[in-house]
């Protein structure tokens, strides 16, 4: 198969076979199919703009189970799925019987009986692969506390519409290392070709599982993988510079904690000095001014945050077309 580096140069990429499958990690998709997604979502965004309606999941439904609040994800999955011509149905730990103790597997051949994709939003990555073992309908990963797939396709869209190109180029993530969008990030940017570094404080470095994974992945791709407890050596000459918040949902009661940890760690003007002059600026939000990120960073001319939360809506559309189209 081609890498992507040959991926980018073609100007029509053959549509691979993603009907009924699930997204649960990027690690399951090969470099092919990335940008087979990252194409499609630009077509849907122009066609978008240009005010071109479509209807290719009409009569589809997405089930959408949270156990985890989100502004973002919720609307982005209902408002595509609508664009799409289908229709979404959320459904909280509340609404379903999942919440009062029924087996993951018992709601999800239910739920398989009524829907035709589910995306579900939760804490342990193993219920969501437990889920997907027992759906007969493709299964979407909306977040969990080991990845967040659908945020880095997001991410990439956006990089590439800034860029022009995604494989050679450099991105740093800065901050908590053992997150999900850490481990999304190792795997969606060796996936493409892009060289990584993560620079996280001791004791906070990325799941060295998925670690080791990603750099087998780069050196196929002729990229590399830095994972470093130096924010100024993980930020050399950086095209892009990502971070997240210190505390994700459900670590609160560590934010003071972490937040005098993690305080070398912040990204601000000092330190982005040490990128490239024409740096972008990525957080998948909601952010936290003088923690993680600086004003000045986040509101300044390098941030691309809202294009980045915007993309949410059609690289998700692409996911959606691609699993549940026909």
């Not at 919720?74 to 029924?102: P, V």
């Not at 993530?173 to 404080?201: F, Q, R, W």
């Not at 210190?246 to 070398?264: N, T, V, Y």
């Amino acid at each position: 198969m081609l890498n992507p580096i040959e991926l980018q140069e073609q100007k029509d990429l053959v549509k691979p076979q993603l009907k009924g499958k699930d997204f649960l990690t990027l690690a399951d998709f090969h470099s092919t199919e990335i940008m087979y997604l990252l194409d499609h979502a630009l077509k849907l965004k122009k066609e978008h703009k240009q005010g071109h309606l479509h209807h290719h999941l009409s009569g589809k439904i997405l089930g959408m189970i949270f156990e985890k609040s989100s502004t973002r994800t919720r609307i982005s999955f209902e408002a595509g799925m609508l664009q799409l011509g289908g229709h979404a149905i959320f459904l909280s730990s509340k609404d379903i019987q999942l919440g009062r103790g029924e087996s993951v597997a018992d709601t999800a051949k239910v739920l398989s009986r009524y829907v035709d994709g589910i995306m579900v939003r939760t804490f342990e990555h193993q219920s969501i692969e437990e889920f997907a073992e027992n759906a007969d309908i493709p299964v979407i990963n909306g977040l969990t506390d080991l990845h967040h797939p659908a945020q880095v396709l997001a991410d990439l869209l956006t990089i590439l519409e800034h860029k022009g190109t995604l494989t050679g180029l450099k991105l740093c993530y800065i901050g908590d290392g053992n997150n999900n969008m850490t481990h999304s990030l190792l795997e969606g940017a060796t996936k493409v070709g892009m060289d990584i570094s993560v620079a996280s404080p001791s004791g906070y470095e990325p799941n060295q599982l998925i670690t080791d994974h990603a750099k087998f992945i780069a050196n196929q791709n002729r990229s590399s993988v830095l994972i470093t407890n130096s924010p100024e050596e993980a930020i050399k000459d950086a095209d892009v510079v990502v971070t997240d918040v210190w505390a994700s949902m459900g670590q609160e009661a560590e934010q003071d904690k972490r937040i005098e940890l993690f305080k070398p760690y912040q990204v601000n003007k000092e330190l982005c000095q040490k990128a490239k002059e024409d740096f972008i600026f990525l957080h998948c939000l909601p952010a936290h001014r003088g923690e993680e990120v600086t004003a000045e960073i986040i509101d300044g001319p390098h941030s691309v945050v809202f294009d980045e939360a915007e993309n949410r809506l059609h690289a998700q559309k692409a996911i959606m077309l691609a699993l549940m189209g026909k």
